[in-house]
């Protein structure tokens, strides 16, 4: 089944089998508008548009025009101080809402909204002045399974990864042109630095890292529909990927399997740029978009763990076991301190610009 089965069979049979959910919390209908982006395109963004953007138009009223594609703090700084803000939420990583945050250019959230008992439900963290966590992900290592087969040695650390005589293949790795999710945890881990010494991070030992494994790198992805298209031709041995775009080409016949061992967890926002015009409307979508029901509704469709905790109360144990955001997997990975990434220094920098710029050097080299 290729990706566009996938979505068409699933997507109808999921969405409408918990419309009627939707339907009887229905409010008053209020006409409006709104234009989101949402954070990826390809099967995660047809996903939010089928689980999201159609009921929400339906329950409200309000007409929403989806982005399927990233956002990144550039694109809502420049909006933001030229005035000019010309969409309404976004999706985008922890790091990236709060170094946005530090800078004044997200609207506060409006948790008055918010029923006593979704609003509890929401990890602690992911429950921002300026930003609700919208999923949590990870980022894990995926092996080939023909090259490593069960019952033979496989990679099992990062350390493992970078060891190339003992497990030859194609390596693959994300890039950090963004200066967030880059590979650098995993450098560390390589190089031996323990998972609770990772932060603050040291930056001239994770480029140390990267100088070994880099002649063994064919190629380094920066999205998730690229990551996702590299498991599903065969291109690598080894890689890093988001969990949720390995398990989806799983699904869809791809030889790989996970370790989640060392995997790194992540948390995305919904956040609403300031000067929104259509911020009331933003604050609703956000709302709807983090529902315990609409979250598990989500996980069916993409295997991408939910923020609210009574979402797990909706989701059977067999796809629980599939999201990072399993209660197992939370207490075994490793969270990522995305509040050192937006520290900043005397230099004005944030460590993720540091780690952006560094990047952009080291890779031209």
């Given at each position: 089944m290729d990706r566009r089965q996938?979505?068409?069979?699933?997507?109808?049979?999921?969405?409408?089998?918990?419309?009627?959910?939707?339907?009887?919390?229905?409010?008053?209908?209020?006409?409006?508008?709104?234009?989101?982006?949402?954070?990826?395109?390809?099967?995660?963004?047809?996903?939010?548009?089928?689980?999201?953007?159609?009921?929400?138009?339906?329950?409200?009223?309000?007409?929403?025009?989806?982005?399927?594609?990233?956002?990144?703090?550039?694109?809502?700084?420049?909006?933001v101080t030229t005035k000019t803000v010309t969409f309404d939420v976004a999706q985008i990583t922890q790091g990236s809402a709060l170094a946005a945050a530090e800078k004044g250019h997200l609207e506060q959230i409006d948790y008055s909204i918010y029923k006593k008992d979704e609003l509890d439900?929401?990890?602690?963290?992911?429950?921002?002045?300026?930003?609700?966590?919208?999923?949590?992900?990870?980022?894990?290592?995926?092996?080939?399974?023909?090259?490593?087969?069960?019952?033979?040695?496989?990679?099992?650390?990062?350390?493992?990864?970078?060891?190339?005589?003992?497990?030859?293949?194609?390596?693959?790795?994300?890039?950090?042109?963004?200066?967030?999710?880059g590979p650098w945890e995993e450098?560390?881990?390589?190089?031996?630095?323990?998972?609770?010494?990772?932060?603050?991070?040291?930056?001239?030992?994770?480029?140390?890292?990267?100088?070994?494994?880099?002649?063994?790198?064919r190629k380094w992805?920066?999205?998730?529909?690229?990551?996702?298209?590299?498991?599903?031709?065969?291109?690598?041995?080894?890689?890093?990927?988001?969990?949720?775009?390995?398990?989806?080409?799983?699904d869809q016949g791809a030889p790989i399997e996970i370790n989640r061992n060392q995997a790194k967890l992540i948390s995305d926002y919904w956040v609403i740029p300031k000067g929104s015009p259509n911020a009331?409307?933003?604050?609703?979508?956000?709302?709807?978009?983090t529902r315990a029901e609409r979250q598990a509704t989500f996980a069916r469709l993409f295997p991408i763990g939910a923020t609210n905790r009574n979402a797990y109360k909706l989701i059977p144990d067999a796809v629980a076991r599939r999201l990072a955001s399993h209660p197992d997997y939370m207490a075994s990975g490793i969270l990522i301190d995305m509040k050192r990434y937006a520290q900043i220094g005397s230099d004005g920098l944030s460590n993720s610009q540091r780690l952006a710029h560094r990047w952009n050097r080291w890779s031209l080299s």
């Open positions: 996938f979505m068409q069979t699933t997507s109808a049979a999921i969405v409408a089998g918990t419309l009627p959910s939707v339907g009887s919390r229905a409010s008053v209908q209020s006409p409006g508008e709104l234009t989101i982006r949402t954070g990826s395109g390809g099967a995660f963004g047809n996903a939010v548009i089928e689980v999201l953007v159609k009921p929400f138009q339906a329950e409200t009223g309000i007409k929403v025009t989806p982005i399927t594609d990233q956002t990144n703090p550039a694109q809502i700084e420049l909006m439900g929401i990890i602690d963290f992911a429950k921002h002045p300026f930003g609700v966590g919208s999923n949590i992900y990870s980022i894990v290592m995926v092996y080939n399974t023909v090259r490593f087969p069960a019952g033979k040695p496989r990679p099992n650390t990062w350390a493992e990864f970078w060891d190339v005589k003992k497990f030859p293949g194609v390596r693959v790795l994300t890039d950090g042109r963004l200066g967030i999710q450098a560390l881990l390589a190089d031996g630095v323990p998972a609770d010494k990772l932060y603050p991070m040291d930056i001239d030992r994770i480029f140390g890292s990267l100088d070994k494994i880099k002649p063994h790198v992805w920066h999205n998730g529909a690229e990551i996702q298209q590299i498991m599903q031709e065969k291109a690598a041995d080894i890689l890093n990927s988001y969990d949720g775009r390995a398990i989806l080409s799983m009331r409307n933003a604050q609703k979508f956000i709302e709807f978009a």
